[in-house]
């Protein structure tokens, strides 16, 4: 059976697909079989890992009956699996509002894949909108990535709150696996007050490698493909690469 990760943020800007996509890329890498899951209208995970086009994408499974093995594909710029996001999911909670038990049905959408991988990875739209709900119920665990800004103390204190709103109100919710600190910028003064405020509030839930924002990284996405394939002497690629290896180990 495998686990499923929702990577989440209400916030947009925060480093949030970058870091699924090299979660997923770097798990891949050490030997497990994953995958990325678009639930974003914009694709920008897909469009990062080299995708020309975004259909068929993940609303066909949620609003067609679609079954995602059919979906399934693996993009040009890494081995992983995606299911590509698409214009059509801006949509979604007017198409799926009215649907009975509108926020189990990426759950049910997810059931055929449960043998098929070691791990599936929800990269989430800036929002707390029915997709995000759906992918918080779906999963095992959710990751918070945050930008070491003051406002982000405010956003993630809203979104664990949230979730166990949902856990209370539906009996099922993903637990926090950690929080990822993205694009620091260590030439700002209170960056380093702000990650300190954060693991004093979260304490070991804040992962130990900090990301700090790369050249190299958007570079990376620019040509479609992960930093590990771009620039793999880099220090985006060690960053991630460590991250990836701690994100494991939690897991187990």
Same mark, same amino acid.
């Given at each position: 059976?495998?686990?499923?990760?929702?990577?989440?943020?209400?916030?947009?800007?925060?480093?949030?697909?970058?870091?699924?996509?090299?979660?997923?890329?770097?798990?891949?890498?050490?030997?497990?079989?994953? %995958?990325?899951?678009?639930?974003?209208?914009?694709?920008?995970?897909?469009?990062?890992?080299?995708?020309?086009?975004?259909?068929?994408?993940?609303?066909?499974?949620?609003?067609?009956?679609?079954?995602?093995?059919?979906?399934?594909?693996?993009?040009?710029?890494?081995?992983?699996?995606?299911?590509?996001?698409?214009?059509?999911?801006?949509?979604?909670? &007017?198409?799926?509002?009215?649907?009975?038990?509108? @926020?189990?049905?990426?759950?049910?959408?997810?059931?055929?894949?449960?043998?098929?991988?070691?791990?599936?990875?929800?990269?989430?739209?800036?929002?707390?909108?029915?997709?995000?709900?759906?992918?918080?119920?779906?999963?095992?665990?959710?990751?918070?990535?945050?930008?070491? @800004?003051? %406002?982000?103390?405010?956003?993630?204190?809203?979104?664990?709150?949230?979730?166990?709103?949902?856990?209370?109100? &539906?009996?099922?919710?993903?637990?926090?696996?950690?929080?990822?600190?993205?694009?620091?910028?260590?030439?700002?003064?209170?960056?380093?007050?702000?990650?300190?405020?954060?693991?004093? @509030?979260?304490?070991?839930?804040?992962?130990?490698?900090? &990301?700090?924002?790369?050249?190299?990284?958007?570079?990376?996405?620019?040509?479609?493909?992960?930093?590990?394939?771009?620039?793999?002497?880099?220090?985006?690629?060690?960053?991630?690469?460590?991250?990836?290896?701690?994100?494991?180990?939690?897991?187990?």
């Amino acid at each position: 059976m495998s686990v499923t990760v929702s990577l989440i943020n209400n916030k947009g800007g925060v480093g949030k697909t970058t870091t699924a996509i090299h979660l997923a890329d770097g798990s891949q890498r050490e030997d497990n079989d994953v %995958l990325l899951i678009d639930l974003d209208a914009q694709g920008s995970a897909s469009l990062a890992l080299g995708c020309d086009s975004m259909e068929p994408s993940i609303g066909a499974v949620l609003y067609d009956d679609v079954d995602p093995r059919e979906v399934i594909r693996t993009p040009p710029g890494s081995e992983i699996d995606l299911i590509t996001g698409a214009s059509s999911l801006k949509n979604a909670d &007017i198409r799926l509002s009215q649907e009975y038990g509108r @926020e189990q049905l990426l759950t049910d959408a997810l059931d055929p894949l449960e043998d098929q991988y070691d791990m599936i990875l929800l990269d989430c739209p800036p929002s707390l909108s029915l997709l995000p709900v759906n992918a918080i119920v779906a999963s095992d665990y959710f990751v918070v990535p945050v930008e070491p @800004e003051y %406002l982000a103390l405010e956003g993630i204190g809203s979104l664990l709150d949230t979730t166990r709103e949902i856990r209370e109100g &539906i009996g099922t919710a993903a637990e926090l696996l950690g929080i990822v600190v993205a694009q620091a910028d260590f030439r700002a003064n209170s960056t380093g007050q702000i990650i300190e405020i954060l693991r004093e @509030e979260h304490g070991e839930a804040v992962f130990d490698t900090v &990301i700090r924002g790369n050249v190299r990284v958007s570079e990376a996405a620019s040509y479609g493909v992960p930093v590990y394939e771009h620039a793999p002497s880099s220090t985006g690629a060690r960053a991630y690469s460590d991250l990836t290896e701690e994100f494991l180990h939690r897991l187990q």
